[in-house]
């Protein structure tokens, strides 16, 4: 069972979503790491748009959003850096085995933190590499999915998220915005990364059964794409599904 991020939605729901918690873990603590695949990231546009991504990965999870997430027994996040990855330059297809073996390629080289149970490595891809999930791909309304393996070393669990760069023909269109279209979908699979982190693998944490996680609900219930994201701290959030609001919020009032 996995959760991507995709743009394919049913019509508006005739029947009221709520997260149930099925007794998997959660991540209570939890903490960030963004990893930059491929050369882009060294480029002039590449490092304006890594600028944001880290603004974001360390605003957001801080920020008011994060009391969505408090709901279901998380507090907030925190940030701990950024690390390049390498990502042959003719590679145009990336799995999920392939974005397991990107975030190992990180922890190999020890320029991260360590994986302790509770960081989620999130791994950010160049402009026209399609992410590939099942049957599903960024070409075809994929955004992002995230999920967990258990490191060989430790035996812990390493959490991870995959985001497409969402250009045209790529990703979850949200807006016009690529980076922002980023920023959305990385919010939306940290939300579920945090509130029901196996969900690849292991016992489910809070979940849906009909619609999925946190993030998947606004998107499943069939609303616009428009109306699921607002601005926080200057970065482009997607909404979440808050069982006491009993829709999609940024944040709980």
């Known amino acids: 069972m996995t959760s991507p991020l995709s743009s394919h939605t049913t019509t508006l729901a005739s029947t009221q979503p709520k997260l149930m918690y099925y007794g998997g873990r959660i991540l209570e603590n939890p903490n960030f790491v963004s990893l930059y695949a491929g050369q882009y990231w060294g480029t002039t546009q590449g490092r304006t748009d890594k600028k944001q991504l880290d603004y974001c990965s360390k605003s957001v999870p801080q920020g008011p959003h994060s009391t969505v997430w408090e709901e279901y027994g998380v507090s907030k996040g925190t940030f701990s850096g950024s690390a390049p990855v390498q990502l042959p330059a003719l590679q145009r297809f990336v799995s999920e085995r392939d974005i397991q073996g990107l975030v190992a390629q990180a922890i190999r080289q020890k320029g991260v933190a360590a994986p302790d149970g509770n960081t989620v ?79 690849n693998r292991a016992k489910l944490g809070w979940y849906d059964k009909k619609f999925g996680e946190i993030g998947d609900i606004p998107i499943m219930m069939g609303f616009p794409l428009s109306t699921l994201w607002g601005r926080m701290k200057g970065c482009a959030v997607q909404k979440e599904w808050s069982n006491a609001e009993k829709a999609p919020v940024l944040e709980i009032k």
């Open 121 to 199: 490595y999130t791994v950010f891809l160049p402009p026209k590499v399609v992410l590939q999930h099942g049957d599903a791909d960024s070409r075809k309304g994929l955004g992002g999915f995230h999920g967990s393996y258990v490191d060989p070393t430790t035996r812990k669990p390493v959490y991870y998220a995959a985001i497409a760069y969402a250009d045209a023909g790529n990703g979850v269109p949200f807006t016009r915005n690529a980076v922002d279209n980023m920023t959305i979908a990385a919010t939306h699979e940290w939300s579920e990364a945090v509130t029901d982190p196996d969900v």
